[in-house]
C-alpha cells in the first residue's frame, strides 16, 4: 500500500522559506504516468493545489504561486520536496503531499503536515 | 483558473436521507469533475472520477452525474460515517481547482 509522509519545521518566520519533505513508501517514486505533488489548506478553510513534478524533474506549478515555489524530487532518497519563499501569515496551512495524474485527480493523501507563519 | 461553485455550503440532514450536492464550473470542463471527501483531522479521500466513476472501495449509494457546468453527488441512503465534507474538484485545466465543499452535519 503506497504511503506518504511530510516532513519538516511546524513554524516557519515570516519573509523565510517554507521547506517540506514527502517520503513515499510501499511503491517507487520512479514512474510512469503519476506525478507527485502538493496541496494546502489552510484551517477550517478549502483545498489549493500548489504544483507537482514527475520523476524526470519536470514540474506543474500553480501560477499564484510560481514565483515564490520549487518542487523538485530526489529519486534515490524516494522523495520530493516543497519550497515556498518569502512567506506570510496568509501561507499558514496544513500542507498534503500527494501522488496526482499530472495536475488533475489525486489518488493519494499524505497525512498532512501544519506549518505555521509566525514570528 | 476556473472557478468552482458549490451548494449548498452546509446542510443538516438525518440518517437515511437522500442527500444531493451539486457543483457548478466557471466553463465548460466536459466530465473532468471529480468528487473528495473529508472528514475532520483527515486527509481527503477521492470519491469519484470523471464526474461518475466510483473509486474502489467506495460505497454504491455515493453517485455523481454531470457534464460541461453543472454537476451533483447523490447519496442515496446518509449513513453515520457519510456526515463530512464533500470538495469536487476540475480537472481539466492546469491549476486544478476546488470548490469551497458542502459540509453535511446531523439534523
Known amino acids: 500500500q503506497l504511503q506518504l509522509q511530510e516532513s519538516g519545521p511546524g513554524l516557519v518566520k515570516p519573509s523565510e522559506t517554507l521547506s517540506l519533505t514527502c517520503t513515499v513508501s510501499g511503491g517507487s517514486i520512479n514512474t510512469n504516468n503519476y506525478y507527485w505533488g502538493w496541496i494546502r489548506q489552510p484551517p477550517g478553510k478549502g483545498l489549493e493545489w500548489i504544483g507537482s513534478?514527475?520523476?524526470?524533474?519536470?514540474?506543474y506549478d500553480n501560477p499564484s504561486l510560481k514565483s515564490r515555489l520549487t518542487i523538485s524530487i530526489d529519486t534515490s532518497k524516494n522523495q520530493f520536496s516543497l519550497k515556498l519563499s518569502s512567506v506570510t501569515a496568509a501561507d499558514t496551512a496544513i500542507y498534503y503531499c500527494?501522488?496526482?495524474?499530472?495536475?488533475?485527480?489525486?489518488?493519494?493523501w499524505g497525512q498532512g503536515a501544519l506549518v505555521t507563519v509566525s514570528s | 483558473d476556473i472557478e468552482m461553485t458549490q451548494s449548498p455550503s452546509s446542510l443538516s440532514a438525518s440518517v437515511g436521507d437522500r442527500v444531493i450536492f451539486t457543483c457548478r464550473t466557471s466553463?465548460?470542463?466536459?466530465?473532468?469533475l471529480n468528487w473528495y471527501q473529508q472528514k475532520p483531522g483527515k486527509a481527503p479521500n477521492l470519491l469519484i472520477h470523471?464526474?461518475?466513476i466510483l473509486e474502489s472501495g467506495v460505497p454504491s449509494r455515493f453517485s455523481g452525474s454531470g457534464s460541461g457546468t453543472d454537476f451533483t453527488l447523490t447519496i442515496s441512503s446518509l449513513q453515520p460515517e457519510d456526515f463530512a465534507t464533500y470538495y469536487c474538484?476540475?480537472?481539466?485545466?492546469?491549476?486544478?481547482?476546488f470548490g469551497q465543499g458542502t459540509k453535511v452535519e446531523v439534523k
Open positions: 474538484q476540475q480537472s481539466d485545466s492546469t491549476p486544478p481547482t
Open positions: 470523471a464526474a461518475s
Open positions: 466553463q465548460n470542463i466536459g466530465n473532468h
Open positions: 513534478v514527475y520523476y524526470t524533474g519536470g514540474t
Open positions: 500527494t501522488r496526482e495524474v499530472a495536475g488533475t485527480t489525486v489518488h493519494y
